[in-house]
């Protein structure tokens, strides 16, 4: 079992640009995915990015894919989430979850087994 704490949430307007942070209790070196999740009022959690740690692949939603960068720094052992152009049904709550070893259906929220506590992104027009 691992730790997840994310931080870098906020407000921005539509075009604006975030950087969201998940800082992970064990050495990202070793194999995992790490997944970003986003929650809108109402809604079901969905796969907004992924990111095989050992081989630093990463995977995106296709409406994501243009917008959105997965990264992950290990001496830190943190994986970053940058988030550009950003659009007001971009709001919810940022999720960070993870799983060792690969997930290729990473955007399924049950094949995770940890999840950090998440971080608010609201954008307005």
């Known amino acids: 079992q691992v730790q997840l704490v994310e931080s870098g949430g906020g407000s921005v307007q539509a075009g604006g640009s975030l950087r969201l942070s998940c800082e992970v209790s064990?050495?990202?070196?070793?194999?995992?995915?790490v997944a970003w999740f986003r929650q809108a009022p109402g809604k079901e959690r969905e796969g907004v990015a992924s990111i095989h740690t050992a081989t630093e692949t990463p995977l995106y939603a296709d409406s994501e894919k243009d917008r959105f960068t997965i990264s992950q720094d290990n001496a830190k052992n943190t994986v970053h989430l940058q988030m550009n152009l950003l659009r007001p049904e971009d709001t919810g709550v940022y999720y960070c979850a993870a799983r060792s070893g690969r997930i290729w259906s990473w955007d399924m929220a049950q094949m995770y087994d940890d999840w950090g506590q998440g971080t608010q992104v609201t954008v307005s027009s």
């Open positions: 064990k050495s990202i070196r070793s194999p995992m995915t």
